[in-house]
């Protein structure tokens, strides 16, 4: 799934990802893989997993979308 960092609580570590469909789902730190925590931004493209959690939907295996290279 594609999605959007829409918050992100640094000092709690955790933050909210706006699916391609609308949807906004939480994805914990610890979740984040390819990439720091603390380096992803507000508005910045990612790729996760969605699984359904105790509360909810959540987002795992999320990874920093990263541009193609133009050939």
Same mark, same amino acid.
């Given at each position: 799934m594609t999605g959007t960092?829409?918050?992100l609580v640094t000092?709690?570590?955790?933050?909210? =990802?706006?699916?391609? #469909?609308?949807q906004e789902?939480?994805?914990h730190a610890s979740a984040?893989?390819?990439s720091d925590f603390h380096s992803l931004?507000?508005?910045q493209e990612v790729n996760c997993? =969605?699984?359904?959690? #105790?509360k909810g939907?959540?987002?795992?295996?999320?990874r920093?979308?990263?541009e193609q290279p133009l050939s």
């Open positions: 960092i829409k918050r000092e709690r570590r955790f933050g909210f =990802i706006r699916t391609q #469909d609308g789902v939480f994805f984040v893989s390819g931004s507000v508005g997993d =969605i699984e359904r959690g #105790d939907l959540k987002a795992a295996n999320v920093v979308r990263r």
